[in-house]
């Protein structure tokens, strides 16, 4: 039987539409430097305000870090991550306005990304939730011709709606989770480019598989390394960070090529380049730490047998 939802969460889900639909109709307009002042007061109330993000992140920084970084160090990434949360979440509406004038304006794409971009090939892209993911999306429709990604479902699904109808904008096509494998194999199998978010947790129970991460096993979905092994797709690890002066950088720093995945052990490779791929997260983390959503319960699951000495109060 379904739980009877409580007053409070049924008014928040009828208010959340209608703040979404004034989010899309103000902030578009904003100029960008009011937009990007927005996003740091947004941030800074996160961090003063939510006791449970503070001690949420600070667990993640301390595994992450250990004693390398100061106690002072670790709130001054914090609050800068949960800015640049808030300004990823506005630059999906703001984009949404003129979005291939301002992503010309606003994104600088390096010429690695802008080359591998330019083929027509199959490829699986990987991000993570680290500089503004949004927009690294919208520019791989674009520069592709189409993009299929995956989104889990929000719980209001009003809200969902409108975010799907923001993220399509440029050529990219939202699937559901549920049923998701056909449609991506499809698409690879067509020649086009798949788009995936893997720094989630992925519960083993549901297919994760544990990676090294930060020196402690985090589970991780095998999706980009099963898809490429069989499709026969390139895999493709990009970000866009954000730049003192309000512009993104759009990075293409590691390619893993369909020839190098195809000579690879079909019985092995989805774990091997699942390992690779969380090691590329990380060497990015490690060089901008404050672009990453450390607010996030990443190191969730411990695998059996191993003690919890190490992980964060949440991992179970």
């Given at each position: 039987m379904a739980r009877k939802k409580s007053l409070g969460l049924?008014?928040?889900?009828?208010?959340?539409?209608?703040?979404?639909?004034?989010?899309?109709?103000?902030?578009?307009?904003?100029?960008?430097?009011?937009?990007r002042w927005l996003a740091r007061r947004?941030?800074?109330?996160?961090?003063?305000?939510?006791?449970?993000?503070?001690?949420?992140?600070l667990a993640n920084l301390d595994l992450a870090f250990g004693a390398a970084k100061t106690p002072a160090e670790k709130r001054r990434i914090l609050r800068a991550s949960l800015r640049n949360f808030s300004l990823t979440m506005l630059d999906l509406l703001w984009f949404s306005r003129n979005s291939e004038a301002r992503m010309a304006r606003w994104l600088d794409v390096a010429p690695a990304m802008r080359d591998v971009m330019a083929r027509r090939v199959a490829r699986?892209?990987?991000?993570?939730?680290?500089?503004?993911w949004e927009l690294v999306g919208r520019y791989w429709a674009l520069a592709a011709g189409g993009l299929t990604s995956v989104a889990m479902p929000l719980k209001n699904p009003a809200v969902g709606e409108l975010l799907q109808e923001a993220r399509e904008l440029t050529g990219q096509q939202i699937v559901a989770r549920e049923g998701a494998l056909k449609k991506l194999v499809r698409a690879l199998r067509d020649g086009g480019t798949v788009g995936l978010?893997?720094?989630?947790?992925?519960?083993p129970d549901e297919g994760g598989t544990f990676a090294d991460f930060f020196g402690k096993p985090a589970s991780v979905s095998p999706a980009a390394g099963v898809l490429a092994s069989m499709t026969g797709a390139e895999i493709i690890f990009a970000y866009a960070l954000p730049m003192p002066d309000g512009t993104y950088r759009g990075e293409l720093p590691h390619v893993i090529p369909a020839e190098e995945i195809a000579a690879m052990d079909r019985a092995t490779a989805a774990q091997a380049l699942t390992q690779r791929i969380t090691g590329f997260y990380e060497e990015a983390i490690r060089a901008h730490p404050e672009c990453w959503l450390w607010s996030y319960k990443r190191w969730r699951h411990v695998p059996p047998g191993m003690p919890k000495d190490g992980f964060p109060y949440y991992a179970k």
């Open positions: 049924r008014l928040r889900q009828a208010l959340e539409a209608p703040a979404m639909r004034l989010g899309l109709a103000v902030v578009p307009r904003l100029p960008r430097g009011a937009m947004l941030g800074d109330a996160a961090y003063l305000v939510s006791a449970r993000s503070r001690r949420l992140g699986v892209g990987v991000t993570g939730h680290f500089g503004n978010l893997l720094d989630q947790n992925t519960d």
